[in-house]
């Protein structure tokens, strides 16, 4: 298996990459803008030791990366709750519960389908039937206020035992819930009250 990462050239200029045996991370810049993104496809190990390593790498990529917005998304190969299997054992892992940890350690926020569609099965039929929503995208909390839609939609199945995920993030907008600062010291200006009366009749 391998990792593939595709882009318009004439839309997004790579500004970084970086890549590793479980993800191929780059920052993006739209063209015509000043924000960069970082932009991690992920296909998560299989192996306990390994995803709790892989969990690690994140957590480092992170730290190299800090303060850009973070878009994250691919075969992540663990579920955070019960809720994302279906059938096969009924208990969470260690690696569930570190995978949780770190989403809201790195204030992230896991993009649910809402449909309660999973993204892998085993094509076994009866009772070895197992589905599981193992892939999926994460992204930064922020960017879930500033953006006007998040919509995250499992396409058309393909033949193979995944689904294909899509996520479209439409239109930026005002942050939403931004808050409103007022200073005392701005009453001790002259000028304060004549402003005030300005901007109300402008906006009339």
Request: aromatic share 10%; glycine share 6%.
């Amino acid at each position: 298996m391998g990792i593939l990462t595709l882009w318009n050239p004439v839309k997004i200029d790579i500004i970084d990459v970086e890549a590793s045996r479980n993800y191929l991370s780059v920052i993006i810049q739209p063209v015509g803008e000043r924000n960069t993104y970082l932009v991690t496809n992920v296909y998560g190990p299989k192996r306990m030791d390994d995803k709790l390593r892989f969990l690690d790498s994140l957590v480092d990529l992170r730290d190299r990366c800090i303060g850009i917005p973070w878009i994250m998304g691919g075969d992540f190969n663990m579920i955070k709750s019960l809720l994302e299997e279906k059938w096969g054992t009924r208990t969470l892992s260690k690696d569930s519960l570190e995978f949780r940890t770190f989403i809201d350690s790195m204030k992230l926020v896991d993009t649910d389908m809402n449909k309660g569609l999973f993204t892998w099965n085993n094509k076994r039929g009866g009772e070895a039937h197992v589905a599981s929503m193992l892939d999926k995208f994460i992204i930064l909390k922020d960017l879930m206020l500033i953006y006007q839609e998040v919509i995250v939609r499992v396409l058309p199945f393909g033949g193979s035992d995944h689904w294909l995920v899509l996520l479209e993030m439409k239109g930026i907008g005002i942050p939403r819930n931004r808050p409103f600062k007022f200073e005392n010291i701005w009453l001790t200006h002259p000028k304060f009250i004549r402003n005030i009366e300005k901007w109300w009749l402008e906006d009339l």
